[in-house]
């Protein structure tokens, strides 16, 4: 299992080490110290790349499925003619809707 963290004694055990051993150990208890802390932080990197965000299938719906609505409205709006302001509300209200949920969404995420 590896170490969650790094003791502040550890290090002064392997000054302390160094100091009784002589220089002649400083490599081995210096490449030690290193792969310790090297572990430290392998370890806490593997934890935080595990704690991925699960994917948020209902936004992906709405996205998509907000295009696939846009299409058939922008087309019905534009055969009436140049109609700017038909567009301008389809868009609109498909904003709006996908807003709401992001909105809500954040305001769910802040209470937990």
Known sequence: ???EKLEPNEVGAAFAA???LGPQYELELAESLVDRVNAVIDSRLAEKK???PPLDWAQMTLGLGSLALSIPLV???SSD???TLG???VFGVIAVVNLAYVLTRALH???D
Do not use: D, Q, S
């Open 1 to 3: 299992m590896p170490p």
């Open 109 to 111: 995420n802040t209470r």
């Open 87 to 89: 567009l301008m509300l």
């Open 50 to 52: 595990g704690k991925r």
């Open 18 to 20: 160094r100091r009784e």
């Open 75 to 77: 087309a019905i709006v």
């Open 81 to 83: 003619g140049p109609g």
